[in-house]
């Protein structure tokens, strides 16, 4: 009998033909995340086992659990005992189960069998298993099954060595009573890779999050106006790379200079569409960065209507000035929406702290809330735009955040 946790998947099983390729990217996912070897996690039919060393201690397990819970493509997880397809076997984990928790066990008085059987070869139906197994709990426990809501549940999964053991793995059973929940989504790396740009603050980084969650890995570019402003943003920003880096790995940000572009805005151009001449060099420069880094897209943290500067029309303007595809996963999230989900995931703390954003530098008192593009353009050309963005670029500061141990 060995101790392992069960990973549990749905989105990667819809995945068809594709499947593999994703177990393949979890599989890897789950390693980097938790440090164990690729030995350690195998793809077995339906799940992922994943087998930390024998007699590994207590906080090194605990390290585990964190992992698997910020891995993305994980819907959830179980410490499970494993043993082999065989129905003594499963008894005896059942036991397993039990005794470790006497405490526990004092607690409950009804429970619940859940068998599944991949292995079709195995004897016994998973329905037989639910009765023999069931017979067994109560008469060696005195204890009552409650189908509708026990308190306890024993799962029981028996699976066969075929059917998607990519690494030929042997067949088993495992046995659990707790199901963590994973964050869902799909592993990163199966998807094409992003820029987001990150402002410091909290819309961003939560665009970020989602971003890595349906399985895109992604790389940082945050503007900032030193030594016009302090380093607060900058300092800022790498924080919340920090978080980000353990959903997603090492995280890659561009720091990049917009000072010199926004006085030539404030200079040159009417009062008025500062904010989207900003945002229209801003993107020109991230486009240019996503694809040194072969990223296929940008990302923002835009919501519709929020500010002045993110109605439809506006958010037009600033598309237009694109070549890249930008996509703007917060699109149709309420300012609460978004606050909730940046406590869930620890950036909202970081973004929360003061700083001068470069965009609040010298902002218009009546910003175009409605800007024409012909109007912004008609200003854009009074700017050397290209000679900006190659400025910019020139100027900026590639840093790489590594992914934090796990705490
Ligand atoms: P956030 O909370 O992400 O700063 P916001 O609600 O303050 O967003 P804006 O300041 O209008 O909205 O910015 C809209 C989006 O433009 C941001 O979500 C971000 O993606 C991008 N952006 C704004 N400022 C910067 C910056 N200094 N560096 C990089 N990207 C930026
Ligand atoms: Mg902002």
Redesign the pocket.
């Known amino acids: 009998m060995q101790q392992v946790y069960v990973v549990h998947y749905h989105e990667i099983a819809l995945k068809g033909r594709n499947r593999p390729d994703f177990l393949r990217q979890l599989q890897e996912n789950i390693c980097r995340a938790t440090g164990l070897r690729k030995g350690s996690v195998k793809i077995v039919s339906g799940r992922l086992l994943v087998r930390p060393p024998l007699n590994l201690p207590l906080e090194k397990g605990e390290k585990i659990v964190r992992a698997l819970q910020r891995t993305f493509g994980i819907s959830s997880f179980s410490p499970a005992a494993l043993v082999k397809a065989e129905y003594g076997e499963i008894v005896q984990a059942v036991k397993s189960s039990i005794v470790p928790s006497m405490e526990l066990f004092t607690k409950w008085n009804t429970f619940a069998i859940r068998a599944t059987r991949g292995d079709k070869e195995f004897s016994l139906t998973s329905k037989e298993i639910e009765v023999k197994l069931g017979d067994f709990v109560r008469e060696k426990f005195k204890k009552k099954v409650d189908l509708e809501s026990p308190d306890v549940t024993f799962y029981v999964e028996v699976f066969s060595a075929k059917g998607g053991s990519a690494s030929g793995g042997p067949g088993g059973a495992v046995v659990y009573t707790e199901k963590i929940p994973g964050p869902g989504g799909l592993p990163v790396g199966t998807q094409g890779k992003a820029a987001v740009?990150?402002?410091?603050?909290?819309?961003?980084p939560v665009?970020a999050y989602r971003i890595l969650k349906r399985g895109a890995p992604i790389v940082g570019?945050?503007?900032?106006s030193y030594p016009f402003t302090s380093r607060a943003s900058i300092d800022k920003v790498k924080e919340l790379a920090g978080v980000l880096a353990r959903y997603g790995g090492p995280f890659k940000l561009f720091l990049v200079p917009l000072t010199d572009a926004q006085k030539a805005v404030i200079q040159n151009c009417e009062e008025r569409y500062r904010v989207l001449l900003y945002?229209r060099l801003?993107v020109r420069i991230a486009q240019e960065l996503a694809r040194h880094e072969g990223a296929q897209a940008l990302v923002?943290?835009?919501a519709l209507g929020?500010?002045a500067?993110?109605t439809i029309e506006n958010i037009g303007v600033t598309d237009a000035a694109a070549t890249l595809l930008i996509l703007r996963p917060l699109i149709g999230y309420d300012k609460e929406e978004i606050i909730a989900e940046a406590k869930r995931i620890g950036t909202y703390e970081i973004s929360i702290l003061p700083h001068d954003?470069?965009?609040t530098i010298m902002m218009p008192k009546n910003p175009a809330t409605r800007a024409r593009l012909s109007d912004v353009e008609r200003e854009e050309v009074k700017l050397e735009v290209s000679r900006l963005i190659d400025n910019a670029l020139e100027c900026a500061e590639l840093i790489t955040l590594p992914s934090p141990p796990l705490s």
Do not use: N
């Open positions: 740009m990150l402002s410091g603050g909290i819309d961003s665009a570019v945050h503007f900032h945002r801003m923002t943290g835009e929020q500010v500067s993110q954003d470069c965009c």
